[in-house]
């Protein structure tokens, strides 16, 4: 009690946890199924943001720049940075006017190295075409045209996040050498990389409760099966097969 009732432990509770929230609602965005590529970098351009508060303590957000620049500068940044060009819901507005990101040109570089690296060819002029058009969201590639609103409303009433891989993959053609086709292909490889591996250690955990030591002959097809029937059941029918959702923990300002 003599802890709690010292006049400094509130103010310097308060401070550890705003030094702390931001990094914990991080972990939970990159971990989540839902991540993307582009989720994991904004997380991370907010955190950097986030930490250059001159109120906060200035080793502590000193450590944690450097270990953001540190991991940055280790990341496939191309890949990284298309990811957040090729949701239509950014494109390039996440970036300042005067950042080199703002620029076609800069863009272009970026998608031919990329392309010459997942399919050992140069895009063609078709492409280039459809991704200067889609980067100033005019033609076929304007809002509308790509039904944003329409799967955004219809995102918000399921509660999910808009899946871009069904955005993309509704203008996926068979051939994808090259063209509008590469385009789609390309943008549809980068937005569909999973981030981390919480979804596949969530499925070895399920595996272990149907896998034990009393149902230990059960057959791996049968244990796999069953997993699968589970996690259709659970997001078909969210509201039923988790009972605890109301308590878990919420991340916020009225903590």
Known sequence: MSI???????PQLKM???????????????????SRLDTVLITLVNLYWQYLDPVLDGAVCTAILA??????????QS?????????????????????????????WELVDITYIRFYGLHPNTEFQVAFSHYIRGT??????????????????????????IELWRERHQQSHRNGIAGFVALAMRIVSIVPNTAATERLFSKFGI??????????PDKVRKQVVVRVDTMLKFPASSSSSSSNKRKFSSTE
């Open 4 to 10: 709690l009732q010292r006049p400094n432990f509130w």
């Open 16 to 34: 550890l946890k705003r030094h702390l929230e931001p990094l914990a609602i991080a972990a939970n965005v990159t971990q989540s199924d839902f």
């Open 67 to 76: 270990s953001l620049e540190k991991r940055w500068a280790k990341t496939d």
């Open 79 to 107: 890949v990284f940075i298309l990811a957040v060009i090729l949701n239509p819901y950014i494109r390039a507005s996440a970036f300042s006017n005067t950042s080199p990101y703002r620029t076609f040109d800069k863009l």
């Open 139 to 164: 033609g076929d590639w304007n809002d509308e045209k790509m039904g944003l609103a329409v799967l955004q409303a219809a995102a918000d009433r399921e509660g999910k996040p808009v899946n871009l």
């Open 210 to 219: 149907i896998h034990t030591k009393l149902r230990n002959r059960l057959h």
